[in-house]
DNA sequence: ACCTGAACACCGTTCAAGT
DNA sequence: ACCTGAACACCGTTCAAGT
């Protein structure tokens, strides 16, 4: 970042990898627009066009290089929305709202993430690694705390409706996020509304009796 | 359909239209892949790889058509699901199901369906003008009846609250489909079971007490 | 009205060759 | 090891010209 003086382009230009996945992710971030090219990236780095090759055998492993910062930036931001807050309930909400300021403020990075950056058009179910991995990890925590402390329904020792929570919660949340993105939804209406809405009412799926003060 | 025996390719086509539609739905629906081209379209069809644009000024256009094929089929799967169930809980779980049926058994259409056919890679929100409102529909009328039957707690003149649980529902079920599509849920889980539970945990969030017997 | 053929400005990927 | 230049096999879209 500081060792040449902006123009001073070495031969080998000397991080190309970072320097394609930062212009990708600045193209997809600021121009909101994730059907970039290599051959462009390639351009904006001052390299030729077969360059980018040398990292990256294949562009789909630029575009899961990429939708890996997405991911990341994703958990920093829902873990920073729920780290002053202590009740499950209140936090899950928390972690909610985050998500989908996310996706409805980087609705390409968003796309990218989730969208054919693994799907590679002829695969049926996308081979999908850990990707993803630490979004799914934050909601597992936040519902294991809620059934530790009693907030929520499932004992903390029942995996299996630990995991149905887990998931029904993510789905709710994905789910929400693609349609917003998609202009599925009344777009009158805030999305922080929405989801208030809509965590609220999956919260009373699986809240203990005691309305919340 | 039955104008002409299959071979006799008219110097005009005949029907080029529905015929490009008919090849992109086969390839997406048969091989799987939404990644194909206007001129491999056109090129099934016997016809002139410039051909294709005298009926779709944009490739998006084409991909509009058959998503909007797609839209039919899943909202008839739907009804079909729920036309034999009165209950509009059990109804729900059905349509849901029927929904992710439709999703995993057609998961390059349904990414076609909801992916890039109107996101048109630089713009921020899709201009999705009615595209998927049948799917809606299907699950606003379910919602309706059982707010109207007692079933939901939802008043049926409660606009704000019928909407929000019919979001809520598309949400859910939505959010799951492309979970489970994109392999972030464990496949050991038949997907029937995960939409069972999932569903159910939605239901307890807007069942009036009487436990379903 | 519907289609063809050629043309334009692009792609991703490969591969010998350079440094 | 990293990159270049040329080449290959494609794209979507446009547009004069044909029938």
Redesign the interface.
């Known amino acids: 970042m500081k060792k040449d003086s902006p123009d001073t382009r070495a031969y080998h230009h000397g991080d190309l990898r970072r320097a394609l996945i930062e212009s990708a992710l600045s193209i997809v971030t600021q ?5 970039f090219s290599l051959r462009e990236l390639a351009r904006r780095a001052g390299v030729s066009h077969a360059a980018p090759h040398s990292h990256f055998a294949e562009k789909r492993d630029l575009l899961i290089a990429v939708a890996d910062v997405g991911f990341a930036r994703l958990r920093d931001r829902m873990l920073e929305a729920v780290s002053r807050l202590k009740r499950a309930d209140k936090a899950l909400t928390a972690a909610a709202q985050a998500y989908i300021a996310f996706a409805t403020e980087n ?2 990075l968003y ?1 990218l993430m ?3 950056a ?2 590679d ?8 690694s850990g990707i ?1 991995a630490e979004t ?1 990890a934050v909601l597992e925590d936040l519902v294991l705390r809620g059934a530790q402390s009693g907030v929520f329904t499932p004992k903390p020792d029942d995996a299996a409706a630990l ?3 887990t ?2 919660c ?10 917003i ?6 777009p009158a209406l805030p999305d922080h509304q ?1 989801v208030d ?2 965590m609220q ?6 809240r203990t009796r005691r309305p919340a003060s």
């Open positions: 121009e909101q627009d994730w059907s609705p390409a796309r989730f969208g054919p693994l799907a058009g002829a695969a049926t179910r996308t081979a999908a993803g799914k995991g149905v929570a998931l029904s993510w789905s709710t949340v994905h789910g929400l996020a693609n349609l993105i998609d202009s599925k939804v009344d929405l809405g809509v009412l999956f919260l009373d799926g699986i």
